[in-house]
């Protein structure tokens, strides 16, 4: 209780801007629930942190945090967060987003940000289809699932985020699911510490849209149903592609060391315009 307490007191506006807008169940606020407490459980002073958000179920979450925050249009999350670690370095910059703000309309910023290595940790809320907006398939809708925009099933296959993410450059990758709570507080402090672009993609169900295709009665179901069909990147590579079909794997797909952006970008204004 005391814990609880200290996190609500700390990093909430519990005075201002709750109840929250999420339905019940939503994987969103477990989400917020395990930053909030890796963000603690890492020391960072709320003043130096700044979470920005795009359009969407998920780009509410600036709402609530105590942070310095910015809501900002749909896919351009990602833009406005290279403005401000450009501008301000020694910020700890932060982006909230939905798989269809992130891949869809936000893809190409989600690309060239990840190639630039703007040190950035992007968390990309993954529910598989268009929540806000009344359950349209997204690019991470399965295929063949009946959506509102594909009502005779989704003709298009789904978009794997993290290997994109890893194509395009992103120095560390990994995916949890909101199940997995304390495996995705420390996976959210790995991206948090990382220098470089950081992708954290976490599945997260929706109940009101994405329960329906995935023919699931309640939240409960569509948590235990993330933990049957997770595995851990250890045990997928000694399993077979027909044996890994339909699974969802967690854990760190990518860590590496390149060169960071706005480090190089001012190491350049240095030595040009002695700044």
């Known amino acids: 209780m005391r814990e609880t307490a200290h996190l609500i007191h ?4 519990s005075s201002k801007w709750f109840p929250h807008i999420w339905c019940a169940g939503c994987g969103i606020g477990i989400f917020m629930q395990a930053l909030i407490r890796a963000i603690d459980r890492e020391g960072y002073s709320k003043d130096d942190i700044v979470l920005i958000s795009g359009i969407g179920c998920s780009g ?4 609530y945090v105590d942070f310095n925050t910015l809501h900002t249009t749909h896919g351009r999350a990602l833009t406005f967060a290279t403005g401000i670690k450009l501008a301000n370095p020694r910020l700890k910059v932060m982006t909230v987003m939905g798989d269809g703000d992130a891949v869809a309309i936000g893809g190409n910023h989600f690309i060239h940000a990840a190639r630039r290595n703007v ?5 990309i809320l993954n529910n598989n289809v268009y929540g806000m907006t009344g359950g349209q398939t997204s690019p991470t809708t399965p295929y063949g699932a009946k959506t509102a925009s594909s009502p005779y099933g989704n003709l298009e296959p789904d978009f794997d985020i ?3 993410a890893e194509a395009a450059g992103a120095a560390f990758v990994a995916r ?5 709570i304390r495996f995705l507080e420390r996976l959210i402090g790995m991206a948090l510490k990382k220098k470089g ?3 954290l ?3 997260a169900q929706c109940p009101t849209h994405a329960r329906r295709f995935l023919q699931l009665e309640s939240p409960v179901e569509m948590m235990k149903w993330q933990k049957d069909n997770s595995v851990s990147v250890d045990k997928a590579k000694q399993m077979s592609d027909a044996e890994l079909e339909g699974k969802t794997v967690i854990g760190i797909l990518a860590d590496r060391e390149r060169p960071n952006y706005h480090e190089q970008y001012y190491r350049l204004l240095g030595e040009k315009f002695e700044v």
């Open 119 to 123: 040190e950035i940790a992007s968390f």
């Open 197 to 199: 672009f950081a992708v």
């Open 162 to 164: 993290c290997r994109l």
């Open 176 to 180: 949890a699911t909101v199940y997995h």
């Open 60 to 63: 509410r979450l600036p709402v």
């Open 10 to 13: 700390n990093y909430l506006r």
């Open 201 to 203: 993609e976490v599945i």
